[in-house]
C-alpha cells in the first residue's frame, strides 16, 4: 500500500537555524498538510496546500514557516528561524480528494520529531 | 470554530473485554466526517474508522464500531474484544468544511485518549 514518507525521522537543530522538513506524499494525492504535536498534547494544524498554493493556514502557521512543493513529489515545511517552542513532531499528510463527499481520508506520514537546543 | 473534547485522558482494559472512547464536538456545519486515528507509542498516526454525517448508520470496521449521535454531537468509538496490540493514543477528529461544503481538509483533533490493554 502506497504510504507518506517524511524525513529525517529526527532532527536536532540549534535555536536560530532553519530547518527543513521533507514528505513525499503518495504519488496520485492532490491535497498536502501539515500537523504538528507537541509532546504530549494534541495534533494541531498548521497549513494544508492545494494547486501549488496554500489553501488554509493556522495562526501557528506565522511568517516564520512556508511550505512548498519544489518538484512533483516532494512536499516540504521550513521554519526560517527556530524557537525552542518549535520542538514538536511535525506530521505530514496527504489526500487525493479534498471535497466533503468523498470518502478518502488523509494518510499521515510518521512524523519528523525535530528537537530545538 | 470546530471543537473536539476528549474527557478520558485514559482508560485501560482486560484483553478480550469490550471498551468505550468518548468523544464530543462542537460545529455549525450540517455535513463533516469525523474520523478516530491510533497513534501507537511509535508516534505513527493511522486511521481507524470514519463516520459521514449525513449517514444515520454507525461505522464499523472488524473489531470498532462507533455510536454516532449526530443532535448530541457525540461521537465514541468502541472496541470490542480488545488486543495487546491496541495500546495507543486514540485521537477523535473532526473534518472541516468550508461554506461550499467542500474541504481543503483541516481536521481538529481532540486531546487524546491513552488507552492501555492488560493481559
Known amino acids: 500500500e502506497p504510504e507518506v514518507t517524511q524525513t529525517p525521522s529526527h532532527q536536532v537543530t540549534q535555536m536560530g537555524q532553519e530547518v527543513i522538513l521533507r514528505c513525499v506524499p503518495i504519488s496520485n494525492h492532490l491535497y498536502f498538510y501539515w500537523y504538528r504535536q507537541i509532546l504530549g498534547q494534541k495534533v494541531e494544524f498548521l497549513v494544508s496546500?492545494?494547486?501549488?498554493?496554500?489553501?488554509?493556514k493556522s495562526e501557528i502557521f506565522d511568517d516564520q514557516f512556508s511550505v512548498e512543493r519544489p518538484d512533483g513529489s516532494n512536499f516540504t515545511l521550513k521554519i526560517r528561524s527556530t524557537k525552542l517552542e518549535d520542538s514538536a513532531m511535525y506530521f505530514c499528510?496527504?489526500?487525493?480528494?479534498?471535497?466533503?463527499?468523498?470518502?478518502?481520508?488523509?494518510?499521515f506520514g510518521d512524523g519528523t520529531r525535530l528537537s530545538i537546543l | 470554530a470546530q471543537t473536539v473534547t476528549q474527557s478520558q485522558p485514559e482508560m485501560s482494559v482486560q484483553e478480550a473485554e469490550t471498551v468505550t472512547l468518548s468523544c464530543t464536538y462542537d460545529t455549525s456545519e450540517n455535513n463533516y466526517y469525523l474520523f478516530w486515528y491510533k497513534q501507537p507509542p511509535s508516534r505513527q498516526m493511522i486511521l481507524v474508522i470514519r463516520?459521514?454525517?449525513?449517514?444515520?448508520q454507525n461505522a464499523t470496521e472488524n473489531r470498532f464500531s462507533v455510536n454516532f449521535q449526530k443532535a448530541a454531537k457525540s461521537f465514541s468509538l468502541k472496541i470490542s474484544d480488545s488486543q495487546l496490540g491496541d495500546t495507543a493514543m486514540y485521537f477523535c477528529a473532526h473534518l472541516h468544511t468550508n461554506a461550499g461544503g467542500t474541504s481543503y481538509g483541516k481536521l481538529t483533533f481532540g486531546q487524546g485518549t491513552i488507552l492501555t490493554v492488560h493481559p
Open positions: 499528510a496527504s489526500s487525493d480528494a479534498g471535497r466533503i463527499n468523498s470518502n478518502q481520508p488523509q494518510h
Open positions: 463516520q459521514e454525517a449525513y449517514k444515520q
Open positions: 496546500f492545494y494547486n501549488n498554493e496554500i489553501s488554509e
